[in-house]
């Protein structure tokens, strides 16, 4: 399976927005990236995904660099109900998602 | 909406005492998948099924570990003979799609916590 290297931890201003960096160098073309977020005591949620596009919803937006090594996930305006763990996932024709250990996002009032 | 259940929410069991989860899943997903997820890890996939196949069960840790969903819709992890390295929570996931169309997202429960003294 495909990994994902993620930092452990971020911090950031409610209200500024927030970039949150994956690296996936042994992406395979066929492999689409999934974000998910984990908020305490709660099971994962998804947020975005896709495949070599930048993708947008009202969640948040997904840039995915050129040669799809890696991708970034992009609150526009973090609230402090955006505080959680954020996971970047390659998922790949088998379908099962494979989780990383994901970053720890902050929201600072 | 109703989203994927799970219960009990909470279960504490001796060692050696085996266990039932249930997961419901939302109404006509036809993937259900299992996690479980220890203390500031993140979730570690166990099994999965679409219909009432399982198709991969390569993530169960023992074969004291069992997963049936016999009718395509609720499903039940059982855990036999526990032992303490089996406290973790828990996960169900379900989608609408089958488990090869891999554009269709997951939608979790929150999980049973369990922990064996």
């Given at each position: 399976?495909?990994?994902?290297?993620?930092?452990?931890?971020?911090?950031?201003?409610?209200?500024?927005?927030?970039?949150?960096?994956?690296?996936?160098?042994?992406?395979?073309?066929?492999?689409?990236?999934?974000?998910?977020?984990?908020?305490?005591?709660?099971?994962?949620?998804?947020?975005?995904?896709?495949?070599?596009?930048?993708?947008?919803?009202?969640?948040?937006?997904?840039?995915?660099?050129?040669?799809?090594?890696?991708?970034?996930?992009?609150?526009?305006?973090?609230?402090?109900?955006?505080?959680?763990?954020?996971?970047?996932?390659?998922?790949?024709?088998?379908?099962?998602?494979?989780?990383?250990?994901?970053?720890?996002?902050?929201?600072?009032? | 909406?109703?989203?994927?259940s799970q219960s009990p929410r909470y279960k504490v069991a001796?060692?050696?005492?085996?266990v039932a989860l249930r997961c419901?899943?939302?109404?006509?997903?036809?993937?259900?998948?299992?996690?479980?997820?220890?203390?500031?890890?993140?979730?570690?996939?166990?099994?999965?099924?679409?219909?009432?196949?399982?198709?991969?069960?390569?993530?169960?840790?023992?074969?004291?570990?069992?997963?049936?969903?016999?009718?395509?819709?609720?499903?039940?992890?059982?855990?036999?003979?526990?032992?303490?390295?089996?406290?973790?929570?828990y996960?169900?996931?379900?989608?609408?799609?089958?488990?090869?169309?891999?554009?269709?997202?997951?939608?979790?429960?929150n999980g049973t916590r369990l922990t064996?003294?």
């Amino acid at each position: 399976d495909a990994k994902t290297t993620q930092p452990n931890s971020m911090e950031s201003n409610e209200e500024e927005p927030v970039h949150l960096p994956c690296n996936h160098s042994t992406i395979s073309g066929t492999d689409y990236i999934h974000w998910y977020r984990q908020l305490p005591s709660q099971g994962p949620e998804y947020v975005i995904h896709g495949l070599t596009s930048n993708v947008n919803n009202r969640m948040a937006s997904l840039a995915i660099a050129e040669d799809r090594k890696s991708s970034t996930l992009i609150l526009h305006r973090a609230t402090l109900r955006d505080a959680a763990v954020y996971y970047c996932i390659l998922r790949d024709r088998r379908g099962k998602l494979i989780f990383g250990q994901g970053t720890e996002l902050s929201v600072k009032p | 909406g109703a989203g994927v259940s799970q219960s009990p929410r909470y279960k504490v069991a001796k060692r050696g005492q085996d266990v039932a989860l249930r997961c419901d899943p939302i109404s006509g997903h036809v993937s259900l998948f299992w996690y479980q997820q220890a203390l500031g890890q993140g979730p570690e996939f166990l099994t999965y099924f679409q219909n009432e196949a399982q198709l991969d069960k390569s993530g169960l840790p023992s074969d004291r570990f069992f997963a049936e969903r016999p009718e395509g819709s609720v499903s039940t992890l059982k855990i036999q003979r526990t032992q303490q390295e089996d406290s973790a929570v828990y996960l169900c996931a379900s989608s609408l799609a089958g488990v090869n169309s891999y554009n269709s997202p997951l939608h979790f429960g929150n999980g049973t916590r369990l922990t064996v003294t």
